[in-house]
């Protein structure tokens, strides 16, 4: 960080004697990729002061013990790594860093917030995935190399890329596997967004995370979900247990356990299940459950993402296929905007 501060401040400083020497409309020409809204720089407006901790260059992360201004690009390129099995094709892993990105934006701008009192944090529960280099060295092995340069070029390849709906940067949720078919926003967080409305994700049957079975002995059901809900008094799984609802995507949305009737998210939640798109088969000795999808379902399926990619699509088609309406925008980060400084001579 101290070394990019070093060798950005003294072009920072040719950019501000440029602005004072009345070069704007020169400069905002060399600018044609950066749409307004989102950028440091829109139309006529007064050229910002670019300083090293820029919101949008550097951004807050909190991993559990300590707190670090990375550089944002950095940090996609870690939760990229995180997030998405290196394995997967390349147009995917752009998709994902694009959402990663969006996601981090949309904390960096203050419009969800991390439990941590930080800008954004390595957990995934609460924010994204993140793993260290040291990590991934674990992780992948004697593939570091290989999979390391494929993220990153990933990541480079969509350099300040983000994803907005009128203008907003969107909240750019994903998930592992749909099982086929994504979920509606609303279904799940009680929130209509207009770009996260659920989709067809085909061509995700074949990969592990498709379908999971979890088998319970009729005790350890009955324990387990009377611990989760102590107004269930189940007794009887045979008897105990209806399906009263499901989402148009199939997923339940509320189901009668005994004496309580409780969300799929509840019911996920108390017995650990890959997701709610869940079927029962109920024997007079065991509970068995078997999941279609891994995830809340809400937003891109990287599965499905991995599987448009080998259709032939390219990250902007998957992007647009699971956040439906959006556009791709790319912000102005004083990185991207000594890159396109480059083309100017400093002293001329
Ligand atoms: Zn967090």
Not at 191 to 219: C, D, H, I, M
Not at 269 to 277: I, Q, R
Request: net charge negative; hydrophobic share 40%; charged share 25%.
């Amino acid at each position: 960080m101290v070394v990019l501060a070093a060798v950005l401040l003294p072009k920072r400083n040719a950019l501000r004697d440029k602005k004072s020497a009345g070069f704007d409309a020169a400069f905002i020409d060399l600018l044609p990729n950066i749409s307004s809204g989102l950028n440091l720089i829109a139309g006529d407006e007064p050229l910002p002061p670019l300083e090293p901790t820029d919101e949008y260059a550097f951004i807050d992360v909190w991993n559990g013990t300590t707190a670090e201004m990375m550089p944002l690009e950095e940090y996609i390129t870690f939760v990229t790594a995180a997030e998405m099995p290196a394995s997967y094709s390349l147009e995917a892993l752009k998709a994902q860093a694009v959402a990663a990105r969006t996601f981090a934006l949309k904390h960096m701008k203050g419009e969800v917030r991390c439990k941590s009192g930080h800008t954004i944090c390595t957990n995934s529960a609460c924010c994204q995935a993140f793993l260290s280099e040291t990590a991934l060295h674990e992780r992948w092995g004697a593939d570091f190399d290989k999979y390391f340069s494929k993220i990153k070029s990933a990541v480079e390849a969509t350099e300040g890329l983000v994803l907005t709906s009128n203008g907003e940067i969107v909240t750019a949720l994903y998930h592992s596997s749909s099982g086929g078919r994504t979920e509606d926003c609303e279904a799940v967080f009680n929130v209509a967004l207009p770009y996260l409305v659920s989709v067809e994700s085909e061509g995700e049957e074949n990969a592990p995370q498709f379908r999971s079975v979890k088998t319970f002995t009729k005790a350890e059901f009955v324990d387990a979900i009377n611990a989760a809900f102590p107004d269930a008094y189940m007794t009887d799984p045979q008897k105990d247990v209806n399906i009263w609802e499901r989402t148009d995507s199939g997923r339940i949305s509320l189901i009668r356990l005994g004496g309580t009737v409780r969300t799929g998210r509840q019911l996920r939640k108390a017995l650990k299940l890959k997701s709610t798109n869940a079927e029962f088969t109920i024997t007079d000795d065991t509970v068995t459950i078997t999941c279609l999808g891994f995830g809340h379902g809400v937003g891109m399926s990287q599965c499905g993402a991995n599987a448009m990619a080998q259709r032939g699509a390219d990250f902007a088609e998957i992007l647009k296929h699971y956040y439906t309406g959006v556009d791709i925008e790319r912000i102005a980060t004083p990185k991207t905007l000594i890159k396109l400084l480059g083309a100017i001579d400093p002293e001329e």
